[in-house]
C-alpha cells in the first residue's frame, strides 16, 4: 500500500455522483495547496501513520486527487500560530458539523472554501482567523 493513499471516511450523500464530481472539479479552482499524507507527515514531524489517524478520527479531510489519484488534504488545514505547526483546532468540529448536515468530504472541502454570503468570507479563512462560532452557526443552520 503506498503512503499517499487513504480511505475517504465520510460517506456520500446517496445519489450525490454527479455533485461529487462538481464538488471535485470546484476543489482545483478553491484550493490554492494540495498536501498528501506524507507531506502532511513531514511539515508535522510526524509519522504518515498518525497522519492516517488525523484523516481517520476526521481532525483533517480530503479527496483522492490529481493524475496518480493520491489523497490529499488543503494546505490550509495546516497552522503555524504557535510557532510549531500544527492541524488547524477548529477544524475538526466543523467537519462534524458538517458531515451530520450530511455532506460528504468533498461537498464539506467545497462549502469551506467558497465564500459563504452570510459571512462574507470563506469559513476557512474565518475559522484561520479565530471566528469558529460563527462558522459552526452557519454550519448547523444547513440542516
Do not use: C, Y
Request: hydrophobic share 40%; net charge negative; proline share 6%.
Amino acid at each position: 500500500m503506498s503512503d499517499t493513499t487513504a480511505p475517504e471516511p465520510g460517506a456520500p450523500v446517496p445519489d450525490s455522483t454527479d455533485d461529487r464530481t462538481d464538488d471535485r472539479a470546484a476543489l482545483e479552482s478553491l484550493v490554492d495547496a494540495w498536501l498528501t499524507l506524507p507531506d502532511v507527515a513531514e511539515v508535522l514531524g510526524t509519522q504518515v501513520s498518525k497522519v492516517r489517524g488525523l484523516v481517520s478520527e476526521r481532525t483533517l479531510v480530503g479527496v483522492k486527487r490529481g493524475d496518480r489519484n493520491t489523497f490529499q488534504v488543503p494546505a490550509a488545514f495546516l497552522v503555524t500560530d504557535d510557532g510549531a505547526p500544527h492541524v488547524l483546532h477548529t477544524l475538526r468540529g466543523t467537519v462534524l458539523v458538517l458531515s451530520d448536515v450530511g455532506l460528504d468530504d468533498a461537498a464539506i472541502l467545497r462549502w469551506l472554501f467558497e465564500t459563504e454570503p452570510s459571512i462574507g468570507a470563506t469559513p476557512i479563512g474565518e475559522l484561520r482567523a479565530g471566528r469558529r462560532a460563527e462558522v459552526r452557526r452557519v454550519a448547523q443552520a444547513l440542516l
